[in-house]
């Protein structure tokens, strides 16, 4: 019985070749360039839990009022999980209630969201997107203001964390990765991380 064997793949011509490295050289020199908490890597960076957190943390704590003095909700500082099996976040908010409508108590509960990330070219940034509402539960409510919270839920945890922005490019490491491409996002089981590709040669 014959053997297969494989073939050599041809060798790119030496004028591409030298393009190629010419590229991942320049998106090495630029993504070694940027400074800031984030580690990075010779065209990679790499957002840790903490550094996430960080980012929220500077929205909140935040007050939502549902129904006008009368149903108003505190959301505190989101702790982040990664969901590395669906390039998602998983953000999760203790919430306080208050208002008329609560007759002098003050409910704790929780709000849970996933959502996605995306790179804004506009300003150079990484942002949240396509927020899902998981969860919005307060203890001890009153049926009637259970019933409105429902209605609540989704839109306030749109506006809560939609379009956030995560990480933002500094002008000056801006100018320096201009020649790369968009960069992928992924999500690990250890970080968020932006990977910058240099554009194909043509």
Do not use: K
Not at 114 to 120: Q, T, V
């Amino acid at each position: 019985m014959a053997m297969a064997t494989s073939l050599p793949r041809p060798a790119p011509p030496a004028g591409l070749r030298r393009r190629q490295a010419l590229a991942w050289a320049g998106a090495a020199a630029a993504l070694g360039a940027l400074s800031g908490c984030a580690e990075l890597g010779a065209a990679r960076l790499r957002l840790s839990v903490q550094e996430l957190e960080q980012a929220l943390a500077t929205r909140f704590p935040r007050r939502y009022p549902l129904v006008p003095r009368l149903l108003e909700l505190e959301l505190l500082a989101p702790r982040v999980r990664l969901l590395p099996e669906s390039d998602q976040l998983n953000a999760v908010l203790d919430v306080q209630a208050s208002g008329a409508l609560l007759g002098g108590r003050r409910p704790r509960g929780v709000l849970d969201v996933d959502f996605g990330l995306r790179y804004e070219p506009a300003d150079h940034s990484i942002r949240s997107e396509r927020v899902q509402l998981n969860l919005l539960r307060l203890e001890e409510l009153p049926p009637a203001v259970a019933e409105q919270l429902l209605r609540y839920g989704a839109p306030l945890a749109e506006q809560a964390l939609s379009d956030v922005a995560l990480y933002r490019l500094r002008p000056e490491d801006v100018a320096r990765t201009e020649s790369l491409g968009v960069p992928r996002i992924r999500v690990t089981a250890n970080a968020l991380v932006v990977e910058f590709e240099p554009r194909p040669p043509r």
